[in-house]
């Protein structure tokens, strides 16, 4: 069943930059959807568009639809406070608030309005154990979250998206700067998130790619080329650009 549903989704910046041409696409509930393609092809704008940060930037023109359980979040009416809780996101470079690890996820609650001691303890196992960091962090929950390795850090920052209970998780290039170990639990944690969420991943290889979709779509200067299912795409792709990307013929 289709979680989200994009139809004929067009987006141009202000300055010309990286765009979307005519997406159009369902992405499926309790899956790992694979967002790949070379560098100005158009997959961070789509990811942003999902939670509408790319309200933060100058756009010159944007048409289409993007339904999330059959609401267009493109309407002005959009609660965006709302949806960016319903859909959250990580990005490339871990950014942990300058607080301790505990405190990196009871902030949005307490903001929320969740001031109930046992509701927060329970928020932060409960997420931390999802973001495969518990057993690492679970005796040292008062110390800073900036002192971590950045591929704990990562994870933290994983888990505080996890904290407020979304819906959609988005991740763009999530473990660009983390070494393979790190990379690795990321990645195994991604493959349980998916059982209780929708997960939609800019990854940072075609390797990644590869290992994590359940499906895979190929982006191509702003066009959506192809798209199926993981084993499918990468093993018999139907278009000749995407089989030359994945086999390094460019990008």
């Known amino acids: 069943m289709n979680k989200i549903l994009i139809e004929n989704l067009s987006l141009q910046y202000s300055d010309g930059t ?20 070379p560098a100005g092809g158009g997959k961070s704008t789509l990811l942003r568009c999902l939670n509408r940060l790319n309200d933060l930037t100058e756009i010159k023109t944007s048409t ?7 609401e267009n979040i493109l309407d002005p009416r959009t609660d965006v406070i709302a949806l960016r809780r319903k859909v959250g996101m990580v990005f490339a470079r871990p950014v942990p608030l300058p607080m301790s690890i505990r405190e990196n996820l009871t902030y949005a609650l307490e903001l929320a309005g969740e001031k109930r001691r046992s509701k927060l303890d329970e928020a932060v196992e409960r997420s931390l154990k999802l973001a495969a960091i518990w057993d690492e962090v679970k005796d040292r929950l008062g110390d800073p979250a900036i002192a971590l390795s950045g591929g704990q850090q990562q994870r933290v920052c994983l888990a505080r998206v996890l904290a407020l209970q ?19 639990k990321v990645e195994a944690a991604l493959q349980e998130l998916k059982k209780e969420y929708t997960v ?52």
């Open 18 to 37: 990286e765009s979307l041409r005519d997406v159009s696409m369902g992405i499926r509930e309790h899956a790992v959807t694979v967002l790949f393609g």
């Open 166 to 184: 979304p819906e959609i998780i988005l991740l763009d290039e999530p473990t660009s700067g983390l070494d393979p170990i790190s990379t690795g």
């Open 64 to 70: 289409g639809r993007i339904l999330i359980d059959g």
């Open 200 to 251: 939609i991943l800019v990854p940072h290889s075609i390797q990644q790619a590869a290992r994590t979709a359940d499906y895979a779509a190929f982006f191509l200067s702003g066009e959506l080329l192809e798209y199926a299912e993981g084993k499918e795409l990468f093993t018999t792709p139907k278009q000749k650009k995407t089989e030359d990307y994945i086999m390094g013929r460019f990008g």
